[in-house]
């Protein structure tokens, strides 16, 4: 294996001849190309990569100081070594700065000549091991950016193949989910009329299939998040009547039927809502209340109207919500500083949560949870009154009615 590869330039041919000799008895293994003159040398350096170069500078011609300048340009990262006269200080600083490794005074010193080579070339062999591993670095990376962007689009494939199968298999579902929802109300009310004893079952079924009914529609519109489709509709809306409204109809399609109790203003108000997303919110939210509570205990709906939001709070007196599950349904609508996030819990799907919180921010605003495990849970939901009109806009309004 050759231990180093060296180009020695010099017009002295004595010099030519016994500076290899002592390379070869001290630096066993090395190779040497000799040149006479500096066009010499470029024509073998274009040709080879050494892994060191030792000029005279003093040569006719072309000498060792323009010879460095070149080499400076075709091998930038190959060491070179200036032979100098003895007492020529002004050409060895102006050799090292001109880009020289080091320079050799002469007469040449054999021990020192070959340590300095020694440590030039070691330096040149530690360059190329760590272009070598740049290279290789440089390399994975690239092999590993191919692996994540493989992945990626492997993963985005799956998420529209996911997306899809949710999609189609809810609203397969829905078709005779629907069907036996109408069957089941058709037999609970005659066997209300026969007083069958069996109606106690016939509800438990029933509460299943609007479980059932609420993941599928939980499912639709995780699907409708996940391609961009999830639109809201707004439109006017009296609030309270909004409120009071949804709360009958909660009461009424459950079994046993829960103590809601509503404290709404003297005054009803408007806001620009989508009924239908916000209606499956609030509904969500009195589902959650009663879940959590002690059966029996009394869930409060509570609808406060500030100066540019209003708040619609449900709250239950109950046990509240487990300890254990606090941090889950924290972390599904916001961070709550404090609460730390246990992993693996779960309540139910969790789909339920997470799209109210989205529903909520879409009508640009928010959702507070106050929790007391023992005491009960307090959800609510913040969000924005329509922007009244300025002063100036009912002056201008005032006019054109005055002037009609």
């Known amino acids: 294996m050759t231990e180093a590869y060296i180009l020695l330039v010099d017009d002295d041919t004595a010099l030519l001849q016994a500076l290899p000799q002592a390379l070869y008895l001290r630096m066993p293994g090395s190779k040497v190309d000799t040149a006479d003159t500096a066009i010499k040398a470029l024509e073998l350096l274009k040709a080879n990569d050494y892994d060191a170069i030792v000029s005279d500078i003093k040569m ?48 040449i010193d054999r021990e020192y000549f070959v340590a300095a080579l020694r440590r030039a070339t070691q330096s040149r062999h530690l360059r190329r091991q760590v272009y070598a591993q740049q290279q290789a670095l440089e390399q994975h990376a690239k092999s590993l950016e191919m692996t994540v962007l493989e992945r990626t689009r492997e993963l985005i494939e799956a998420n529209a193949v996911k997306d899809e199968f949710i999609n189609l298999a809810s609203h397969e579902l829905k078709t005779p989910l629907s069907s036996l929802k109408g069957m089941a109300q058709l037999l609970h009310r005659r066997l209300i009329r ?58 009424a399609g459950v079994n046993p039927h829960p103590t809601i109790s509503t404290h709404f203003p003297d005054e009803d108000f408007e806001a ?6 916000l209606g499956q919110v609030v509904i969500n939210l009195l589902s959650n209340a009663r879940k959590y509570a002690v059966t029996g205990s009394p869930i409060d709906v509570t609808l406060t109207r500030q100066e540019q939001t209003y708040t619609l709070s449900v709250s239950d007196t109950g046990s509240g919500i487990p300890p254990e599950m606090l941090p889950f349904i924290f972390e599904r609508f916001y961070r709550v500083p404090g609460v730390e996030v246990q992993t693996g819990s779960s309540v139910g799907f969790g789909l339920g949560l997470y799209i109210s919180r989205q529903i909520v921010e879409r009508h640009g605003g928010r959702i507070e949870v106050e929790s007391t495990p023992g005491k009960g849970s307090v959800f609510s939901l913040v969000l924005p009154l329509p922007a009244s009109p300025t002063s100036s806009d009912a002056s201008v309004e005032d006019a054109s009615v005055q002037s009609s």
Do not use: W
Not at 71 to 99: K, N, V, Y
Not at 196 to 204: F, I, K
């Open 272 to 277: 620009e809502i989508d009924v239908e997303r």
């Open 194 to 251: 026969a007083s069958s004893p069996e109606v106690a079952s016939l509800v438990s079924m029933e509460n299943s299939i609007r479980r059932i009914e609420v993941l599928v529609n939980d499912l639709l519109n995780i699907s409708s998040l996940e391609t961009g489709l999830f639109d809201l509709h707004y439109q006017c809306c009296r609030v309270v009547e909004f409120t009071q409204r949804l709360v009958d109809e909660y009461v």
């Open 60 to 107: 006719p011609g072309m000498d060792g100081l323009a010879l460095l300048s070149r080499i400076q340009g075709i091998r930038p990262e190959t060491p070179t070594l200036l032979i100098t006269g003895h007492g020529d200080h002004s050409l060895a600083i102006q050799a090292l700065r001109g880009g020289a490794y080091d320079f050799i005074q002469k007469p």
